[in-house]
Protein backbone atom coordinates (compact mmCIF):
# COMPACT_ATOMS: atom_id res chain seq x y z
CA UNK A 1 0.00 0.00 0.00
CA UNK A 2 1.32 3.11 -0.88
CA UNK A 3 1.71 5.78 1.81
CA UNK A 4 3.01 9.14 2.63
CA UNK A 5 3.22 10.17 6.40
CA UNK A 6 4.10 13.24 7.37
CA UNK A 7 5.70 14.45 10.96
CA UNK A 8 2.94 15.94 13.56
CA UNK A 9 2.10 19.36 14.10
CA UNK A 10 4.30 22.07 14.99
CA UNK A 11 4.22 25.89 17.23
CA UNK A 12 6.28 28.04 16.75
CA UNK A 13 7.67 31.91 17.02
CA UNK A 14 8.40 34.01 14.47
CA UNK A 15 12.45 33.90 13.47
CA UNK A 16 12.51 30.19 14.34
CA UNK A 17 13.88 27.73 12.07
CA UNK A 18 11.95 24.38 11.22
CA UNK A 19 12.05 20.71 8.90
CA UNK A 20 9.49 18.94 8.50
CA UNK A 21 9.50 15.47 6.97
CA UNK A 22 7.36 13.63 4.60
CA UNK A 23 8.40 9.29 4.32
CA UNK A 24 7.04 7.41 1.51
CA UNK A 25 6.54 3.71 1.87
CA UNK A 26 4.84 0.90 -0.67
CA UNK A 27 6.23 2.05 -3.43
CA UNK A 28 9.60 2.88 -5.45
CA UNK A 29 10.49 6.23 -3.88
CA UNK A 30 13.06 7.42 -6.31
CA UNK A 31 10.73 6.54 -9.11
CA UNK A 32 8.41 9.25 -8.04
CA UNK A 33 9.28 12.61 -7.17
CA UNK A 34 7.47 14.64 -4.44
CA UNK A 35 5.70 17.89 -4.32
CA UNK A 36 4.92 19.98 -1.41
CA UNK A 37 1.32 22.18 -1.61
CA UNK A 38 0.36 24.49 1.20
CA UNK A 39 -2.97 24.99 2.40
CA UNK A 40 -3.15 28.49 4.44
CA UNK A 41 -6.24 28.50 6.82
CA UNK A 42 -9.48 28.39 5.46
CA UNK A 43 -8.13 28.99 1.66
CA UNK A 44 -7.05 26.71 -1.83
CA UNK A 45 -4.54 24.69 -2.27
CA UNK A 46 -0.70 26.43 -3.61
CA UNK A 47 2.38 24.86 -4.97
CA UNK A 48 5.57 25.70 -3.33
CA UNK A 49 8.02 23.52 -5.28
CA UNK A 50 9.12 19.87 -6.26
CA UNK A 51 11.97 17.08 -5.70
CA UNK A 52 13.16 14.25 -7.64
CA UNK A 53 14.52 12.21 -4.98
CA UNK A 54 16.58 9.90 -7.19
CA UNK A 55 18.54 13.18 -7.83
CA UNK A 56 17.57 16.03 -5.72
CA UNK A 57 16.65 18.13 -8.25
CA UNK A 58 14.10 20.96 -7.05
CA UNK A 59 12.22 23.31 -9.00
CA UNK A 60 10.21 25.78 -6.68
CA UNK A 61 7.66 28.02 -7.19
CA UNK A 62 8.80 31.65 -7.76
CA UNK A 63 6.81 33.22 -5.26
CA UNK A 64 8.50 30.75 -2.33
CA UNK A 65 12.09 30.63 -3.98
CA UNK A 66 14.80 31.61 -1.18
CA UNK A 67 12.29 31.32 2.03
CA UNK A 68 11.57 27.55 1.48
CA UNK A 69 14.44 24.71 0.79
CA UNK A 70 13.36 21.51 -0.47
CA UNK A 71 15.25 17.88 0.12
CA UNK A 72 15.47 14.58 0.31
CA UNK A 73 17.28 12.00 1.77
CA UNK A 74 16.45 8.43 -0.59
CA UNK A 75 18.44 6.04 1.58
CA UNK A 76 15.50 6.58 4.64
CA UNK A 77 12.88 7.34 1.39
CA UNK A 78 12.02 11.02 3.49
CA UNK A 79 11.55 14.60 2.01
CA UNK A 80 11.73 17.53 3.70
CA UNK A 81 10.17 21.10 3.32
CA UNK A 82 12.55 23.48 5.53
CA UNK A 83 12.56 26.95 6.71
CA UNK A 84 15.25 29.14 8.37
CA UNK A 85 13.30 32.02 9.81
CA UNK A 86 9.82 31.39 10.16
CA UNK A 87 6.90 34.37 9.47
CA UNK A 88 3.08 34.60 10.68
CA UNK A 89 2.39 34.18 7.49
CA UNK A 90 3.85 29.96 7.32
CA UNK A 91 1.02 29.06 9.05
CA UNK A 92 -0.58 26.53 7.09
CA UNK A 93 -1.59 22.55 6.38
CA UNK A 94 1.34 21.55 4.45
CA UNK A 95 1.07 18.56 2.47
CA UNK A 96 3.58 16.36 0.45
CA UNK A 97 2.55 14.32 -2.76
CA UNK A 98 4.11 12.09 -5.10
CA UNK A 99 3.83 12.29 -8.66
CA UNK A 100 5.46 10.49 -11.88
CA UNK A 101 7.41 13.22 -13.42
CA UNK A 102 7.03 16.33 -14.45
CA UNK A 103 6.16 16.23 -18.33
CA UNK A 104 3.78 13.73 -18.56
CA UNK A 105 0.21 12.96 -18.41
CA UNK A 106 0.51 11.14 -15.14
CA UNK A 107 2.23 14.13 -13.89
CA UNK A 108 -0.26 15.30 -11.12
CA UNK A 109 0.19 14.18 -7.80
CA UNK A 110 -1.71 11.04 -6.97
CA UNK A 111 -1.00 9.99 -3.37
CA UNK A 112 -0.82 12.47 -0.95
CA UNK A 113 0.16 12.74 2.85
CA UNK A 114 -2.35 13.70 6.03
CA UNK A 115 -0.84 17.25 6.32
CA UNK A 116 1.16 18.78 8.56
CA UNK A 117 -0.01 21.75 10.75
CA UNK A 118 2.89 24.46 11.40
CA UNK A 119 1.40 27.61 13.32
CA UNK A 120 3.83 30.16 13.91
CA UNK A 121 2.98 32.69 16.70
CA UNK A 122 4.51 35.17 19.11
CA UNK B 1 2.11 32.01 -13.99
CA UNK B 2 -1.43 30.41 -15.36
CA UNK B 3 -4.14 31.56 -13.24
CA UNK B 4 -7.14 29.13 -12.86
CA UNK B 5 -10.78 30.75 -12.74
CA UNK B 6 -13.09 28.53 -11.50
CA UNK B 7 -17.21 28.68 -11.26
CA UNK B 8 -19.50 29.09 -9.68
CA UNK B 9 -17.82 30.05 -5.97
CA UNK B 10 -20.72 27.73 -4.46
CA UNK B 11 -23.04 25.26 -5.85
CA UNK B 12 -26.08 24.53 -4.00
CA UNK B 13 -27.84 21.14 -4.92
CA UNK B 14 -29.55 17.83 -3.78
CA UNK B 15 -28.28 14.21 -3.79
CA UNK B 16 -29.36 12.95 -7.23
CA UNK B 17 -28.60 15.96 -8.88
CA UNK B 18 -26.15 16.78 -11.62
CA UNK B 19 -23.16 19.23 -10.75
CA UNK B 20 -21.49 21.04 -13.28
CA UNK B 21 -17.78 22.81 -12.31
CA UNK B 22 -15.95 25.04 -14.46
CA UNK B 23 -12.23 25.82 -14.49
CA UNK B 24 -10.91 28.83 -17.06
CA UNK B 25 -7.39 29.10 -17.75
CA UNK B 26 -5.69 32.50 -18.26
CA UNK B 27 -3.64 30.86 -21.47
CA UNK B 28 -4.00 27.86 -22.76
CA UNK B 29 -2.76 24.91 -20.57
CA UNK B 30 -0.28 22.87 -21.93
CA UNK B 31 -1.14 19.31 -23.13
CA UNK B 32 -4.30 19.63 -21.53
CA UNK B 33 -2.27 18.52 -18.24
CA UNK B 34 -5.42 19.47 -16.00
CA UNK B 35 -6.74 17.88 -13.02
CA UNK B 36 -9.81 17.81 -10.48
CA UNK B 37 -8.75 17.22 -7.14
CA UNK B 38 -11.78 16.44 -4.50
CA UNK B 39 -11.20 17.96 -0.91
CA UNK B 40 -13.06 17.09 2.31
CA UNK B 41 -12.74 19.12 5.89
CA UNK B 42 -9.60 17.68 7.27
CA UNK B 43 -8.56 15.40 4.62
CA UNK B 44 -5.96 15.71 2.17
CA UNK B 45 -6.82 16.28 -1.82
CA UNK B 46 -7.98 13.19 -3.69
CA UNK B 47 -6.97 13.06 -7.17
CA UNK B 48 -10.50 12.57 -9.38
CA UNK B 49 -8.95 13.39 -12.77
CA UNK B 50 -6.34 14.12 -14.76
CA UNK B 51 -5.50 14.80 -18.47
CA UNK B 52 -8.62 16.64 -18.50
CA UNK B 53 -10.59 13.98 -19.07
CA UNK B 54 -9.17 10.69 -17.37
CA UNK B 55 -10.43 9.10 -14.26
CA UNK B 56 -8.15 8.33 -11.50
CA UNK B 57 -7.95 5.13 -10.27
CA UNK B 58 -11.36 4.09 -8.65
CA UNK B 59 -12.54 6.77 -9.23
CA UNK B 60 -16.74 6.53 -9.83
CA UNK B 61 -17.80 6.75 -13.37
CA UNK B 62 -20.20 9.46 -12.47
CA UNK B 63 -17.07 11.83 -12.10
CA UNK B 64 -16.03 12.82 -15.96
CA UNK B 65 -13.80 15.73 -17.43
CA UNK B 66 -13.57 17.24 -20.15
CA UNK B 67 -12.44 20.24 -22.16
CA UNK B 68 -9.49 21.49 -23.92
CA UNK B 69 -7.37 24.92 -24.02
CA UNK B 70 -8.58 27.36 -21.36
CA UNK B 71 -11.88 25.69 -20.75
CA UNK B 72 -12.84 22.80 -18.76
CA UNK B 73 -15.45 21.30 -16.99
CA UNK B 74 -16.39 18.48 -14.21
CA UNK B 75 -19.24 16.83 -14.35
CA UNK B 76 -20.88 14.45 -11.21
CA UNK B 77 -23.63 12.74 -13.35
CA UNK B 78 -25.69 12.27 -9.46
CA UNK B 79 -24.64 13.17 -6.30
CA UNK B 80 -24.08 10.98 -3.35
CA UNK B 81 -23.88 12.26 0.09
CA UNK B 82 -20.81 11.68 0.23
CA UNK B 83 -19.82 13.98 -2.91
CA UNK B 84 -20.26 17.54 -1.10
CA UNK B 85 -16.74 18.90 -0.57
CA UNK B 86 -14.71 21.32 -2.18
CA UNK B 87 -13.42 20.49 -6.26
CA UNK B 88 -10.19 21.97 -6.85
CA UNK B 89 -8.65 22.07 -10.53
CA UNK B 90 -5.24 22.31 -11.20
CA UNK B 91 -3.08 22.79 -14.27
CA UNK B 92 0.15 20.89 -14.47
CA UNK B 93 1.44 21.61 -17.85
CA UNK B 94 3.48 24.57 -17.31
CA UNK B 95 5.54 25.83 -14.18
CA UNK B 96 4.51 27.10 -11.47
CA UNK B 97 2.10 24.89 -10.91
CA UNK B 98 -1.57 26.27 -10.35
CA UNK B 99 -4.28 25.20 -8.70
CA UNK B 100 -7.90 26.90 -9.24
CA UNK B 101 -9.71 28.83 -6.07
CA UNK B 102 -12.27 25.85 -5.66
CA UNK B 103 -16.00 25.12 -5.95
CA UNK B 104 -17.66 24.09 -2.57
CA UNK B 105 -20.71 21.88 -3.66
CA UNK B 106 -23.16 22.14 -0.77
CA UNK B 107 -26.55 20.16 0.59
CA UNK B 108 -29.47 22.61 -0.47
Known amino acids: EVQLVQSGAEVKKPGESLRISCRGSGYTFTSYWITWVRQMPGKGLEWLGRIDPADSYTNYSPSLQGHVTISADKSISTAYLQWSSLKASDTAIYYCARHEGIVMVTATPDFWGQGTLVTVSS | EIVLTQSPGTLSLSPGERATLSCRASQSVTMNYLAWYQQKPGQAPRLLIYGASSRATGIPDRFSGSG ?35 TRVEIK
Not at chain 2, 77 to 98: I, M, R
Open chain 2, 68 to 102: SGTDFTLTISGLEPEDFAVYYCHQYGTSPWTFGQG
